[in-house]
């Protein structure tokens, strides 16, 4: 006889079909990042999102079976807002400005919720969780994109540079946000500069 097959403790339960589900979803989702930022790893856990949110544990428990699920859609939501702003720069009119807003995009999300971010950076490395959460590479689709444009420097390897300027990037900006930086638009000038000069290099290696 076969086995039914136990629900994930990573996946919703179900999605919102109505209106209304969709906004105790979405409240439920801003509660864990609240509960995250004012108790920490140790102080997350369902009870406190649902107090946090306004809702019985049963109402939770009817979308997430857990608080790593509530981590996931949490990633994700995150992930959706650094897109939707990110994706902007492509509307710039040359590479560089496009390059240059979309530095910006990457320090705003650090250093908007700099606590939120650091703790999901700590929860993305769960090889699990960062599976589950993973969906298509956007920072790497809009920063080839960008880097395709005519006014961009020629580069001999894109696909090796592309990764190189995602590692600076995202080590920079992470590095900021766990030394507890706020300043915006400082970081964003460092980032630019090394982002920027290694461009240079670059198209020049043999």
Do not use: H, W
């Given at each position: 006889?076969?086995?039914?097959s136990?629900?994930?403790?990573?996946?919703?339960?179900?999605?919102?079909s109505q209106?209304?589900?969709?906004?105790?979803?979405?409240s439920?989702i801003?509660?864990?990042?609240?509960?995250l930022?004012?108790?920490?790893?140790?102080?997350?856990?369902?009870?406190a999102?649902?107090?946090?949110?306004?809702?019985?544990?049963?109402?939770?428990?009817?979308?997430?079976?857990?608080?790593?699920?509530?981590?996931?859609?949490?990633?994700?939501?995150?992930?959706?807002?650094?897109?939707?702003?990110?994706?902007?720069?492509?509307?710039?009119?040359?590479?560089?400005?496009?390059?240059?807003?979309?530095?910006?995009?990457?320090?705003?999300?650090?250093?908007?919720?700099?606590?939120?971010?650091?703790?999901?950076?700590?929860?993305?490395?769960?090889?699990?969780?960062?599976?589950?959460?993973?969906?298509?590479d956007?920072?790497?689709?809009?920063?080839?994109?960008?880097?395709?444009?005519?006014d961009?420097p020629?580069?001999k390897r894109?696909?090796?540079?592309?990764?190189?300027?995602?590692a600076?990037?995202?080590?920079?900006?992470?590095?900021?946000?766990?030394?507890?930086?706020?300043?915006?638009?400082?970081?964003?000038?460092?980032?630019?500069?090394?982002?920027?000069?290694?461009?240079?290099?670059?198209?020049?290696?043999?």
């Amino acid at each position: 006889m076969r086995r039914s097959s136990r629900p994930s403790p990573l996946k919703p339960r179900k999605a919102p079909s109505q209106p209304r589900a969709a906004e105790t979803v979405a409240s439920i989702i801003e509660a864990a990042a609240q509960v995250l930022e004012s108790a920490g790893l140790e102080g997350f856990n369902t009870n406190a999102v649902a107090r946090r949110a306004g809702v019985s544990i049963g109402s939770l428990y009817q979308y997430f079976p857990g608080k790593d699920a509530l981590t996931i859609a949490l990633m994700r939501r995150e992930a959706r807002l650094f897109y939707e702003d990110a994706s902007k720069g492509l509307d710039q009119p040359t590479g560089e400005a496009a390059m240059d807003y979309l530095i910006r995009a990457a320090v705003r999300q650090q250093l908007r919720r700099p606590a939120l971010a650091r703790l999901l950076d700590v929860e993305e490395s769960r090889p699990a969780l960062r599976r589950e959460a993973s969906g298509p590479d956007t920072f790497q689709t809009l920063l080839a994109t960008i880097m395709g444009r005519d006014d961009m420097p020629r580069q001999k390897r894109p696909n090796l540079v592309v990764g190189d300027v995602i590692a600076i990037i995202r080590g920079m900006v992470d590095a900021a946000g766990e030394r507890g930086e706020k300043d915006v638009k400082d970081l964003g000038r460092r980032v630019r500069a090394a982002v920027f000069g290694y461009l240079s290099v670059s198209a020049g290696c043999d």
